[in-house]
């Protein structure tokens, strides 16, 4: 017999038991009393006869039977909610199997007609299967971790977070996780998170090679510890009101390239075809035909132009000539002018119709002296936190060890601890500059793995099979149908480059 049809065969005799303790007390009053007044005029007032104490004993003890049993019966399993509805009184209570595997049942009551869920009670499974290990059966599984993590291995749950840790010296931990209260919420806000009422935090897993194992992240992935390889914890002191330390880089796209990149001769660019085959975001492009790769990773803040201004001072107001500069940021094409600090005044540098620069500061102040070859650091408006697509270097081809540098400095600068980005290596139309090409190709992908794109060697397969095109191939340059001049794309190769950064950007949940 089933634990359920126990308790159904026991509530029936707790009914039956009351139903004759009900007759059996009328009996004795009938005849104790003989028809005797129920109740006797004492000097204490009325009492009541001991026929009549006999049966409000009875009545007790019926009442408790009855409600017993009327509990029992309405904690009753039954196959579905409208069955313990039509089966229970109102303010009853009756259970229903939980269609979850790690659940036995759940505890309704029954207010005015509505099933109001009370409780639910955990299967034997939890435990049974906890105890053979079998942790994936109950969404939890084991994991091994780095010995630089400080420990050996962990549970964790579906999101990576751990119920518990077992660290090197083989003691149990239990991390705890709690919802911020308003106080709490408060001062992260202050200290750079931008928390909102329902803010919590969690535990993070990292791969090793973004230098970190763990993280405690906030909802938006921003972290406020983290354990790096070495075991180290460290924490974010960020306290940006606009930007904290995010974990993982933004969904919005940040484009660092040249011309392939913001167009030429009227063709639909891979990256505005992008925006239809990816999740809706913000797309921020700071690509400027022409430009080699330092021009361009020093307008996003990864490289360093020095300028020296005339009489080597900013003066309290107006513009002041630059004299001599490392880097030519700005160029004929793209913007004219780029916001940011130099020797820390923050203001305005711009360039001319003769190429000449000059530097406005922001607001009026004293006058400041400064040496020469000041760093000048672009304000990027907190897209160092963006995924990057890095596209640079077909202006320079023949300086491969430049570009290496750029593309290392370009991924450096982002301030993402678990950086997304992609990395396409240059093109050309030239013969001459294919080995160049090639040596970049071999350097990115040993170093980036399958972040990099080879632009290059993924256009060999869209040649239309003309005599042309396979001469193309075969010397290593872009096919010339694919191409509206020496090197310049066409709308159709736009596209199959869209087409592959998407199939990435989406393949990596990004």
């Not at 806000?189 to 973004?210: I, R």
């Not at 940040?254 to 030429?264: E, I, M, V």
């Not at 002018?337 to 003769?354: E, M």
Request: aromatic share 8%; net charge negative.
């Amino acid at each position: 017999m089933s634990e359920i049809e126990s308790l159904q065969a026991y509530a029936g005799q707790l009914a039956e038991a009351a139903a004759q303790a009900t007759v059996s007390a009328e009996k004795q009053y009938e005849y104790i009393n003989g028809g005797a007044a129920d109740d006797v005029l004492t000097e204490s007032g009325l009492v009541p006869t001991l026929a009549k104490q006999v049966v409000l004993g009875q009545a007790k003890v019926t009442a408790s039977l009855a409600e017993v049993a009327s509990q029992m019966a309405g904690a009753m399993t039954y196959a579905s909610t409208a069955l313990g509805l039509a089966g229970t009184s109102n303010g009853g209570y009756f259970s229903v199997p939980s269609p979850e595997s790690r659940e036995y049942l759940i505890l309704y009551q029954n207010v005015a007609g509505v099933a109001v869920e009370r409780k639910r009670y955990p299967s034997s499974e939890v435990p049974e299967r906890l105890e053979a290990g079998q942790f994936d059966k109950v969404g939890l599984q084991m994991v091994s971790l780095s010995p630089e993590s400080g420990y050996s291995w962990a549970i964790v749950d579906s999101t990576q977070r751990a119920a518990l840790l077992v660290d090197l010296s083989g003691a149990v931990v239990i991390p705890k996780y709690h919802r911020l209260d308003v106080a709490e919420q408060r001062l992260a806000t202050v200290e750079g998170f931008g928390l909102t009422a329902d803010a919590s935090f969690k535990f993070q897993s990292l791969s090793p090679e973004s230098g970190f194992v763990w993280a405690l992240v906030d909802q938006n992935g921003r972290r406020a510890l983290a354990v790096d390889t070495s075991g180290k914890v460290v924490g974010n002191f960020d306290i940006s009101a606009t930007v904290g330390g995010y974990i993982t880089s933004k969904k919005d796209l940040y484009f660092l390239g040249d011309s392939l990149t913001n167009g030429a001769g009227g063709q639909i660019t891979w990256r505005a075809a992008l925006a239809d085959l990816v999740s809706p975001r913000t797309h921020t492009n700071i690509a400027i035909g022409g430009q080699t790769s330092p021009q361009i990773v020093a307008r996003a803040g990864a490289y360093v132009t020095l300028l020296t201004l005339a009489d080597d001072l900013i003066p309290a107001s107006g513009p002041v000539a630059v004299t001599a500069r490392t880097i030519g940021l700005l160029t004929s094409q793209g913007q004219q002018s780029i916001k940011g600090r130099l020797s820390g005044v923050y203001g305005t540098l711009s360039r001319a119709g003769d190429d000449s620069y000059s530097f406005t500061r922001e607001t009026a102040g004293a006058p400041v002296s400064v040496g020469k070859k000041l760093a000048f650091a672009p304000d990027i408006a907190g897209h160092d936190f963006d995924t990057w697509m890095i596209f640079i270097g077909a202006n320079n081809i023949a300086k491969p060890e430049e570009i290496k540098r750029d593309i290392a400095a370009a991924v450096n600068a982002m301030k993402t601890v678990d950086k997304r980005y992609l990395v396409m290596t240059p093109v050309t139309g030239d013969p001459a500059n294919a080995a160049y090409c090639e040596q970049i190709e071999d350097w990115a992908s040993q170093t980036y793995g399958d972040r990099v794109l080879k632009i290059r060697e993924f256009s060999f397969q869209f040649n239309d099979g003309s005599a042309g095109d396979l001469a193309d191939v075969a010397k290593g340059i872009i096919p010339r149908s694919l191409r509206i001049d020496g090197i310049h794309f066409t709308t159709f190769f736009h596209g199959k480059i869209a087409e592959l950064v998407a199939a990435e950007i989406n393949r990596r949940g990004w």
